[in-house]
């Protein structure tokens, strides 16, 4: 089976961002090839975990990924600080006499991003709403590789997860479970310190934030899991993502002092984008007034442009905004009117680009998460849950098709939902071995228990 064929079977994704089918995403040449080892938001603990332990897999799979893409250069990006991975990879790159950089990059964020990565890297900014591949780059996150060894080496499908859990545990732990395993299984594990708190999934600054006890209870680990972390109720954090979009606006009409701080530290502007959250804000109270798609877009089009990464309003504005999700809101009015801004082709980053990265440590007192800085995961515990529920959707594009039914016993990493014919898909194994309970467009209960 060839590397497409089998990263395609195994339903590999991108496991350190929205889940972008793999086989998809390799189905290219390109000149540079980008293993992102960047652990881009604080405290996450995960690739870091991967790059120390299974150092060499890491580099294997590097290797083959090159050799499809015919890369002439095979990089892997990571921070600087990071000298136990470094020291692993390097040893790692030795033994296999891999033609691989290791490419040390500043302690700032989101050092992770694609498209920041992607300039740090190459020098080279990828066009506005566009792809690494645009600027001949691929880039594949160290979780992503783990699984295309498995997948090439053992024939093994994505069915269980790495994830780290920080916060208010007893000390960050490192997990490995079975995929639709409950979040609240994961956090036990880790011993917390609350018996009442919230979660953010993934990390504070893109991560979803849960909140409420139900949709704690319901969520589970799926393939792009990479983080729990557990927060008091009243947290910074937690009480601002409750914030309604009513209130957002109308502290944006009449709170924003015009300080440009906004725009000046947005990762995006920097690399070249047109990407303006101040004017954005500024224009905001005119929405309604509007009603020609030229001047629309003269006022809100550069939301089109923002990659949500929260730089804006967790740390530049001085006022307490969400330029963040003011851009968000007018990306769905520009979907609304059916307007699309022109694209920057040919964007260069502004020469004040590394003067205005936002050091983590920074960030992290400004999140109010210093207490759990520092701290990080020595121990992996492996898990094995009873019940699983395995969601169908856990991919950008359309959900797997189900396989499967009500009664049907299947071995962990048996085909239980098909990827979607003829769209941008992915297929979805099952998680642990046992009876299948219940089949829904949402995904499928697997029961390990023993009867009687």
Partial sequence: MNLLDAIREAGIVGAGGAGFPTHVKLKAKAEWFIVNAAECEPL???????????????????????????????????KKKYRAEIDALRAAIDKAGAAIEICEMGVFYPAGDEQTMVQFVTGKTVPERGLPLDVGAVVDNVGTLLGIYDAMTEGKSVSSKYLSVVGEVREPIMIHTPIGTPITQCIEAAK??????????????????????EAIRNAVVTKTTGNLIVLPRDH?????????????????????????????????????????PHMVMRNLYREQMISSNEEFLRAFGDAANCCSCGVCEMFAC??????RKVNEYMKGALR??????????????????????IPTERLIARLGLSAYSGLHAHTCIELSPDEVFVPFAQHIGKPAQPVCKA???????????????????????????????EVSAAGARISGRKEG
Avoid: F, W
């Fill in 192 to 213: 917390p310190h609350l018996t009442d708190y919230a979660v953010i999934v993934g990390g504070p600054m893109m991560g979803r934030v849960l909140s409420d006890r």
């Fill in 407 to 437: 009664g049907d016993t299947v071995n962990k990493g048996d085909l239980i939902a098909q990827a979607a014919e003829g769209a941008l898909s992915a297929n979805i194994h099952a998680g642990i071995t046992g009876v299948i309970t």
């Fill in 236 to 276: 910074y954090l937690i009480t601002r993502a409750g914030r309604p979009m009513e209130r957002i606006r109308a502290q944006a009409r009449t709170a924003c002092i015009q300080c440009r701080m906004c725009t000046d530290l947005c990762p995006r502007y920097q690399i070249g984008h047109q990407i303006r």
């Fill in 336 to 357: 609304e009117r059916g307007l699309q801004p022109e694209r920057n082709m040919k964007p260069e980053a502004r020469p004040e680009l590394d003067m205005r990265r």
């Fill in 318 to 323: 001085p006022m307490g905004l969400s330029p």
């Fill in 44 to 78: 996450i603990e995960t690739d870091k975990y991967l790059c120390r332990t299974y150092a060499d897999r890491i580099v294997a799979a590097a290797v083959i990924v090159a050799g499809h893409l015919q890369a002439e250069h095979t990089v892997i990006a990571l």
